[in-house]
């Protein structure tokens, strides 16, 4: 059994990770490559964090503009 994988792998399996689709070996895996790899490790860190906001993003999907806003981005663009 292979007890090392590349960096590319242990990105690859954080994405799964992040999804919930990573099996147990794969994960063992990723942690023993996390262990050593800082690199991987930032990369990790910042998916989960991208992840983590990434939700709060779709409760500003439904607001628009109201005809005001819309006239004031209109008239500072004509007068640039």
């Not at 799964?16 to 690199?39: A, F």
């Given at each position: 059994?292979?007890?090392?994988?590349?960096?590319?792998?242990?990105?690859?399996?954080?994405?799964?990770?992040?999804?919930?689709k990573l099996s147990i070996k794969n994960r063992c895996l990723l942690l023993l490559h996390l262990g050593i790899c800082g690199l991987?490790?930032?990369?990790?860190?910042?998916?989960?964090?991208?992840?983590?906001?990434?939700?709060?993003?779709?409760?500003?999907?439904?607001?628009?503009?109201?005809?005001?806003?819309?006239?004031?981005?209109?008239?500072?663009?004509?007068?640039?």
């Amino acid at each position: 059994m292979k007890l090392q994988i590349t960096c590319k792998q242990a990105t690859e399996f954080v994405v799964k990770r992040d999804e919930g689709k990573l099996s147990i070996k794969n994960r063992c895996l990723l942690l023993l490559h996390l262990g050593i790899c800082g690199l991987c490790k930032i990369f990790a860190k910042q998916s989960k964090f991208i992840g983590k906001n990434s939700k709060n993003l779709h409760s500003h999907i439904d607001e628009t503009l109201s005809p005001e806003e819309k006239q004031q981005i209109i008239t500072s663009l004509l007068q640039q």
